[in-house]
Every structure is written in structure tokens, then in C-alpha cells.
């Protein structure tokens, strides 16, 4: 796996996205400088790699690795106040209640000027040798997110929007510049999205998916032998018996997966009650083939 400069994070919610992110930043942040940008709204990848909360400015947790926030309505600001460089103007538009009624008739302007940053954020990485990792929303909403751009072409025939939207989709298409990790466990219904989601961003909207990030996976460890061997105590075949399913779940996944194309790295299930810093700093050494190069 190559990762490009931006590296979005998404899959179905409950696969552990934000935890994956934040052991991506991790990893990224030993070997070099490295942003974890929240896109999510919650927070958890943040307070993962050691952010304190609320997270109101940019933030370093460490001498590698920094922490920002994204939203929608600050890109808009932010983007009113560039085009408008004469601060009492942009304040009053931003004010108006005329332009709010201009932007709830584009409701995909917000989501685009997101994009927007994304790639302002990868020629930054680019000048500076660093690393930017999305803790993105969920695939469905990730998946409407990327395909903002066509949509601003279509409403913006000509002009900056229109130029912005082209500049915006070339970025998106550039492999060297973004690209998605899908995160999945070896469950039907989130195998079955992440396949679909890697199928839709690389066969109909040209983005790179860099692999998928199997978590929970594990090994099956015991046979129908040692079941039988445990007859007698219940519980313990039980709890041999589970690990079975769980490790022929893995199985499973890790085969759909490679059938489907898509590069894979397996983070181990930790069993774990809850994520803390040694927990996040298991699965950074675990992505070590994902940030090898």
C-alpha cells in the first residue's frame, strides 16, 4: 500500500473508523509530521491520541502530531472572508439573513468548500512533508461528501465556484493526494458495505482506495477435535466454540475482500473494555505494512 497525502478514513459506523484514525495518525506521527483532522463531529479520534476537549483551535499532542477540527460552516465563513477580503463586508454577509437564505438553496456549498480545504491541506502536506488523516464520517454520508464536487459543476456552469469544483475533482481522482482507507470487521452486513463502498468510489467516482483496515480480526485457535476434547465443560466449549465463529468470520472477510481487490491490513481484536493510549498504540504497530512506504 502506498498512502497518499490526505488519507480519508470512513466505514460503517461501528467498525471502529475513529479508532483506526487515530492509530493511523499514530503511526504516521513516528515517522514523520503528521495532522489528524476530525470531520466527524465527535471528536473520538481526537480524545483517542490524547486531544483535550473541546477542541476550539489547533492542537499538538505531540512533537509529530497535531490535532484540528473541521466543519462545514467554518469553511463557508472562511471562504466568504477570502473573496471578500474587507472584513466589515464579509461580517455583515455572513450576518445577512439573505445570504443564509442563498445558502440553504445550495445546500452542497458548505460540503464542497469542506473539500475545498481538503486540498488546500494537501498542498500544505505536500510543501511541509506531512501526513493529513480524516477521521471521516460514515460511508453513506462520506460517500455523498465526495461527490459534492460534480454537483457544484453542475449548478456553476462558469466561474470561481465552477473552477474551484474542477481544480476539487482533480484532486479527489490524484492517488497521490487522496485517497480512502474503508474500515470493516468480519460481519455480513459491514463486509457487504465495504465492498460496495470500495466498488462505488473506484469504479464510479475514480477515488483511490488505499485498502481496508479488517478490524477485530482473529484466529480461530481451536478445531472440532477440541471441541469434543471440552464436551464435559460447557462453558469452556462455549467460549472455544465462539472464537471458532470468530475466526472463520475472519476468514471469510479477509477471502471477499482480496476477491473484491482491495488491499487489506488486519488489526488484531484486543478484548479490551475500553481504548486508551496503549490500546491505540497496539493498533499503530499493527498498520505498520499500511505506512510502510
Same mark, same amino acid.
Given at each position: 500500500m502506498t498512502l497518499p497525502r490526505v488519507v480519508f478514513v470512513t466505514g460503517k459506523g461501528g467498525t471502529g473508523k475513529s479508532t483506526v484514525a487515530a492509530a493511523l495518525a499514530t503511526a504516521l506521527s513516528r515517522k514523520g509530521a503528521t495532522v489528524l483532522a476530525d470531520l466527524d463531529g465527535r471528536?473520538?479520534? @481526537? %480524545? +483517542?491520541?490524547?486531544? !483535550?476537549?473541546?477542541?476550539? &483551535? /489547533?492542537?499538538?499532542? #505531540?512533537?509529530?502530531?497535531?490535532?484540528?477540527?473541521?466543519?462545514?460552516?467554518?469553511?463557508?465563513?472562511?471562504?466568504?472572508?477570502?473573496?471578500?477580503?474587507?472584513?466589515?463586508?464579509?461580517?455583515?454577509?455572513?450576518?445577512?439573513?439573505?445570504?443564509?437564505?442563498?445558502?440553504?438553496?445550495?445546500?452542497?456549498?458548505?460540503?464542497?468548500?469542506?473539500?475545498?480545504?481538503?486540498?488546500?491541506?494537501?498542498?500544505? @502536506? %505536500? +510543501?511541509?512533508?506531512? !501526513?493529513?488523516?480524516?477521521? &471521516? /464520517?460514515?460511508?453513506? #454520508?462520506?460517500?455523498?461528501?465526495?461527490?459534492v464536487a460534480s454537483g457544484v459543476k453542475g449548478i456553476a456552469p462558469a466561474g470561481t465556484l465552477n473552477r474551484l469544483a474542477a481544480e476539487v475533482e482533480e484532486f479527489l481522482a490524484d492517488p497521490n493526494r487522496f485517497g480512502v482507507v474503508v474500515t470493516v470487521t468480519p460481519e455480513k452486513m459491514a463486509l457487504h458495505e465495504a465492498i460496495e463502498t470500495s466498488r462505488l468510489l473506484r469504479d464510479r467516482m475514480n477515488v483511490a482506495v488505499v485498502g481496508a483496515a479488517l478490524n477485530r480480526a482473529c484466529a480461530a485457535l481451536f478445531s472440532d477435535e477440541d471441541l469434543q476434547t471440552l464436551a464435559a465443560l460447557r462453558s469452556h466449549r462455549g467460549l472455544a466454540r465462539k472464537r471458532m465463529t470468530q475466526g472463520a468470520a475472519t476468514e471469510t472477510a479477509r477471502s471477499r475482500l482480496r476477491n473484491a481487490g482491495i488491499p487489506i491490513v488486519e488489526l488484531p481484536m484486543l478484548y479490551k473494555a475500553a481504548m486508551g493510549s496503549g490500546e491505540i498504540s497496539t493498533l499503530a504497530r499493527a498498520l505498520g505494512p499500511m505506512v510502510a512506504q
Amino acid at each position: 500500500m502506498t498512502l497518499p497525502r490526505v488519507v480519508f478514513v470512513t466505514g460503517k459506523g461501528g467498525t471502529g473508523k475513529s479508532t483506526v484514525a487515530a492509530a493511523l495518525a499514530t503511526a504516521l506521527s513516528r515517522k514523520g509530521a503528521t495532522v489528524l483532522a476530525d470531520l466527524d463531529g465527535r471528536m473520538e479520534a @481526537a %480524545a +483517542l491520541v490524547g486531544a !483535550r476537549l473541546p477542541l476550539e &483551535a /489547533p492542537q499538538r499532542v #505531540t512533537s509529530s502530531l497535531e490535532v484540528i477540527a473541521l466543519s462545514r460552516r467554518e469553511e463557508l465563513n472562511s471562504f466568504i472572508r477570502r473573496i471578500v477580503p474587507v472584513s466589515a463586508i464579509s461580517e455583515r454577509m455572513l450576518r445577512s439573513r439573505t445570504f443564509g437564505y442563498v445558502t440553504a438553496a445550495l445546500p452542497g456549498l458548505e460540503a464542497f468548500l469542506l473539500l475545498e480545504r481538503l486540498r488546500i491541506m494537501a498542498g500544505e @502536506a %505536500a +510543501l511541509e512533508d506531512r !501526513r493529513v488523516v480524516i477521521d &471521516a /464520517p460514515a460511508s453513506g #454520508t462520506a460517500v455523498e461528501l465526495l461527490a459534492v464536487a460534480s454537483g457544484v459543476k453542475g449548478i456553476a456552469p462558469a466561474g470561481t465556484l465552477n473552477r474551484l469544483a474542477a481544480e476539487v475533482e482533480e484532486f479527489l481522482a490524484d492517488p497521490n493526494r487522496f485517497g480512502v482507507v474503508v474500515t470493516v470487521t468480519p460481519e455480513k452486513m459491514a463486509l457487504h458495505e465495504a465492498i460496495e463502498t470500495s466498488r462505488l468510489l473506484r469504479d464510479r467516482m475514480n477515488v483511490a482506495v488505499v485498502g481496508a483496515a479488517l478490524n477485530r480480526a482473529c484466529a480461530a485457535l481451536f478445531s472440532d477435535e477440541d471441541l469434543q476434547t471440552l464436551a464435559a465443560l460447557r462453558s469452556h466449549r462455549g467460549l472455544a466454540r465462539k472464537r471458532m465463529t470468530q475466526g472463520a468470520a475472519t476468514e471469510t472477510a479477509r477471502s471477499r475482500l482480496r476477491n473484491a481487490g482491495i488491499p487489506i491490513v488486519e488489526l488484531p481484536m484486543l478484548y479490551k473494555a475500553a481504548m486508551g493510549s496503549g490500546e491505540i498504540s497496539t493498533l499503530a504497530r499493527a498498520l505498520g505494512p499500511m505506512v510502510a512506504q
